[in-house]
């Protein structure tokens, strides 16, 4: 990658000149490309160290580079002491023609080396039908699950349970209610019950299946039987809502394991051989402010019963244990309160700091004609996931959820999500790639058939060419970087900039016949069809890190297929 090759050779240049190159050397791309492929700031940030002016550092540093081994084919100074680098053009061809002859695999690395990395995510209380928020969720959680696969981890998607706790009580307490009013009977529905008719709906199931052989019983015998159907209903609901919005997991961990496998009696266990441990007001508590918590915990209440760190603390444990020592957790930003704490006591026994990483995202506004949307007649008091993609389709609500930074709050366009135009961000992607297949009907030729060797490349001189060349060329990088930072929605930012540089080649196409694909000499023809199906591959493979299909055939709102040039 020309980037990897030109950062080493900048810091073989800095060690020549006696200089410690920083961490790594930063490169980025000139948001103007005349500016260049690449601009780095190194000068400036060694003048102080170096004490020399930056423009002096720039200068010896050009002269010491062998711009040849990193394909460069120039390096000048700017304003105060930024170094522009150019691509040779030869390297922006052969890399075109890699594309190609890598197809599907293309942007994929071996960064991580196939270590394993666990991503838990979603992990919702199965009380009721999954919410927007947990479909949020699901989307960053698959697809930054997908981003460090094709970094070259080993991921393992995992799904955390709460199947024990004061929340499952209430909804047993919920069912048990609606199953007394089935069969005739007056009791009072728990005031801080679950109120969405699918309780009702539970209720209705469990009568069909064992009758009124617990009508007026509400013995402990009797509420487990209900729990366990209860949980058990709404766990496959769950599961038939992700499998349709295309997330899979590995496991499902069950937080009722850990009490029945004594995890959490030797949790506390070895918390208090750690000496940390200490008795207040008849609670156990832990000394979290040891490890940056604003606060110590407590882990073991006057009542004798855990409270929920300790548990969280009990079950990231057996992440290391399992092998996964780098963990990534995708939460509502309503868990920040959690974050410290669960990685004191991580701490507290012998895990490194910042051990798990955390993704936390802030929640979802869904409107229509400018009004929010706010209840479902199932749920109750909140939209459902799969009410929304049944309205909009998975496509979209998955590019949507994804297309902004998870800290960031998400309005929800219904509207917006229906249109049929570039207007619509993941229509304006999806119809990009259609349109490139599109091309190639025209022309009366297979995807198998486009292939690099016997093409001239060098022909491929247009400057729309040239640029929709060097974004395709970004992808590798961008996806390297959208995994180490966790940040899905670069790659939806990639895809809608390459869309647009493809509609602006293509357009052009109209307007100026010589740039056509099709209806142009055949030396020429072959090369644009290189360029068109380096196109399909990229936006293909962004569509696929995101789990959003790409079509190669769509019809805008007039009926009209994407017309061919």
């Not at 994929?108 to 995510?121: D, L, N, Q, W």
């Not at 963990?327 to 895990?351: E, P, W």
Request: aromatic share 8%; hydrophobic share 40%.
């Amino acid at each position: 990658m020309a980037v990897d090759q030109l950062r080493a050779e900048i810091g073989r240049a800095l060690r020549e000149m006696g200089a410690d190159a920083p961490g790594e050397i930063a490169l980025e791309r000139p948001r103007n490309p005349d500016h260049g492929d690449f601009a780095t700031n190194v000068a400036m940030t060694l003048s102080k160290a170096l004490g020399r002016p930056p423009r002096q550092i720039a200068e010896e540093l050009i002269g010491r580079l062998d711009l040849g081994r990193a394909s460069i084919r120039s390096a000048e100074i700017a304003g105060p002491g930024f170094i522009n680098f150019r691509l040779e053009k030869n390297y922006l061809l052969d890399a075109l023609a890699e594309i190609v002859r890598e197809g599907d695999r293309y942007g994929r690395s071996s960064i991580g080396g196939g270590r394993p990395a666990m991503v838990e995510f979603v992990s919702a209380n199965p009380t009721g039908p999954l919410h927007i928020g947990h479909g949020r969720q699901a989307a960053l959680g698959d697809t930054i699950a997908e981003l460090l696969s094709w970094a070259g981890w080993d991921v393992y998607r995992e799904f955390y349970y709460n199947d024990a706790g004061e929340q499952i009580a209430r909804l047993t307490r919920s069912v048990w209610a609606r199953y007394q009013q089935h069969f005739g009977r007056d009791v009072t529905f728990p005031e801080d019950g679950y109120h969405g008719s699918y309780v009702a709906e539970i209720a209705r199931a469990f009568a069909s299946t064992r009758g009124d052989v617990l009508v007026d019983d509400e013995s402990t015998p009797a509420l487990d039987e209900i729990r366990l159907f209860a949980v058990g209903s709404l766990r496959a609901e769950q599961n038939r809502d992700l499998d349709d919005f295309r997330v899979e997991f590995d496991n499902f961990y069950l937080e009722s394991s850990l009490y029945a496998d004594g995890r959490v009696a030797e949790t506390i266990q070895r918390l208090r051989e750690t000496g940390l441990a200490y008795e207040k007001d008849g609670a156990l508590w832990l000394e979290t402010t040891r490890f940056g918590d604003d606060k110590d915990r407590v882990m073991v209440k006057s009542t004798g019963h855990p409270t929920y760190f300790l548990p969280d603390v009990a079950y990231h444990l057996t992440k290391w244990e399992r092998g996964f020592h780098r963990a990534i957790n995708i939460q509502g930003s309503d868990h920040h309160g959690t974050t410290a704490r669960v990685r004191a006591g991580l701490q507290a026994l012998g895990l490194p700091a910042g051990y798990p990483e955390y993704v936390l995202h802030q929640m979802v506004l869904v409107m229509r004609a400018g009004v929010e949307v706010k209840f479902s007649k199932r749920a109750g008091d909140y939209v459902s996931l799969r009410e929304l993609y049944d309205e909009v389709g998975v496509d979209v609500t998955r590019y949507f959820f994804l297309m902004r930074r998870s800290e960031a709050q998400l309005t929800f366009d219904l509207d917006l999500a229906r249109e049929q135009s570039d207007k619509n961000p993941v229509y304006k992607v999806q119809y990009a790639h259609a349109r490139m297949s599109s091309i190639f009907r025209k022309a009366g030729v297979s995807v198998d058939q486009i292939l690099p060797e016997p093409a001239d490349l060098s022909l491929l001189s247009h400057p729309l060419e040239v640029e929709l060349t060097r974004t395709l060329l970004r992808f590798p990088e961008l996806i390297a970087s959208a995994a180490e930072r966790h940040a899905p929605h670069s790659v939806c930012e990639y895809a809608e900039e390459v869309a647009g540089a493809v509609n602006s080649w293509y357009h052009a196409g109209n307007l100026e016949p010589e740039l056509r694909v099709v209806g142009v000499p055949e030396p020429l023809s072959r090369a644009r069809l290189v360029l068109a199906r380096a196109v399909q591959i990229v936006l293909h493979n962004a569509l696929a890190v995101l789990g959003v299909s790409a079509p190669t055939r769509m019809e805008r709102e007039t009926g009209d297929e994407p017309e061919t040039t």
